[in-house]
């Protein structure tokens, strides 16, 4: 017979995960610092991408300009944006 290790969860049991609490017949999740570690690096990238779009959108007309490409602008701004 096989021992289980008790910090991993049983497949067939019917039981929540111990991470839950019970209030008023909903399920609330507990917060601790992992949550709040992938909440505060999801904001953080999501301003790092949004301030590289602000220089990228400022800087991209005088480039192209510089390059004499004013008819491929618009591709060379999708190429940009979809590789972020």
């Not at 929540?16 to 999740?29: E, G, R």
């Not at 301003?47 to 602000?54: F, M, Y």
């Not at 959108?57 to 008819?71: F, K, M, Q, R, Y």
Request: negative net charge.
């Amino acid at each position: 017979m096989s021992q289980q290790d008790p910090s991993t969860p049983d497949p067939n049991s019917k039981d929540p995960p111990s991470n839950y609490h019970k209030d008023n017949n909903t399920a609330q999740f507990e917060r601790g610092p992992r949550f709040w570690t992938i909440l505060c690096v999801l904001a953080l990238v999501s301003l790092l991408t949004s301030l590289e779009a602000t220089v990228t959108s400022t800087i991209l007309p005088s480039v192209v300009a510089e390059l004499d490409g004013g008819g491929e602008y618009v591709w060379i701004a999708n190429a940009t944006f979809l590789t972020m």
